[in-house]
Structures are given as C-alpha cells and as structure tokens.
C-alpha cells in the first residue's frame, strides 16, 4: 500500500527516473538502440506515469478511510489523473514526433485545459482529504492550499506529504 511507503524510498524511484530524463536530455546517456531522444521521452514518460500513479494511489487509498470527512468521486479522481498522465504524455511525445500535423496540435488544443483542470481537481482532493483527515473536519481553502502546492511542488512535497500518510496509515491500522 502507498501510505506504507517511506519517503526517501518514493523519492529514490522517482528521482532515479527524474535524473535518467536529466541525463539523457544533455545527452549524456545513450545506448546503441535509442536515441538520447527517446531515451529522454521513456524517461520522462515513466517518470510522470509514476507520480501522478503516486497522487491516484494516495486520493484512493484517503477516500477509503471511513472517518475522512471529505469524500470525493472516485470515478471524476481517475478521469483527473488520467487527463493529467495524457497531457504530460503528450507533452513528452512532442518533442519525439515533431511533424506539426494538425491532428497532434487539435489533441494538445484540447489536452491542455483537461490537463490544467485534471490537476486542480485530484491535488485539491488529495490535499483536502489530507488535512481533512489529520483535523477531522473537512478543511477549507486555506487549510489545505500549502499540501496542494506541496504536491505540485515534486520532488519536495514527497518529504513533507509522504511521511504524514504513514502517520495516518499507523493511525487507521490501530483503529
């Protein structure tokens, strides 16, 4: 389970991707079969997979807790998610297909408000649902805007969010 996760092993994962999308974008890293391009891309791809997999994992596993005041829908949370791991795709696709067809540029037209919108959506309940549990009340803005920017904020949100989901994971597995 995700909330068991220790916070210098998540940011291990992540930033192994983080580094390898780093390396291979100055080109330092290249094999005989990819190019430092696609390689960048892999990476990348991986990498954003992985962390907004990390958000869907998280905003599930809050949303199951029964005392959680702020209940959400599962299924506009994984549309979310979803629109962002497209748009973040798509993104990364760019730079490797770079034919300037009309089709591409029509899907990016419309991935990016989705996008913008999938991320305001799952990190505002992820977050809410984290201050909501730790208080007990449902939060308001204010409560839970810093934890929604932590987030945004990867890889440094990962030291201050993940090791406040293992405190409420101990707390939910003694209930």
């Not at 100055?26 to 990498?47: H, Q, Y």
């Not at 909501?132 to 969010?161: C, Q, V």
């Not at 406040?164 to 707390?171: E, G, K, P, S």
Request: charged fraction near 15%; aromatic fraction near 14%.
């Amino acid at each position: 389970m995700i909330l068991k996760l220790k916070h210098w092993q998540l940011f291990i994962v992540l930033m192994a991707f983080m580094t390898l999308y780093c390396l291979s974008a100055v080109r330092i890293l290249s094999f005989d079969n990819f190019s430092s391009i696609e390689l960048k891309t892999i990476f990348g791809l991986t990498g954003q997979t992985l962390f907004f997999f990390w958000v869907l994992l998280i905003g599930l596993s809050l949303n199951q807790i029964r005392d959680n005041p702020h209940h959400f829908s599962k299924v506009i949370f994984i549309i979310s998610v979803l629109f962002c791991i497209l748009g973040y795709g798509e993104l990364h696709l760019s730079g490797l297909l770079s034919d300037g067809s009309s089709i591409r540029e029509a899907i990016s037209l419309i991935l990016s408000p989705l996008t913008f919108l999938g991320i305001i959506y799952s990190f505002k309940n992820v977050s809410q649902s984290l201050r909501s549990i730790e208080s007990g009340e449902k939060a308001t803005f204010r409560n839970y805007i810093l934890d929604a920017i932590l987030i945004f904020m990867f890889p440094i949100g990962i030291w201050f969010i993940q090791p406040r989901l293992n405190r409420i994971y101990q707390m939910t597995k003694n209930k």
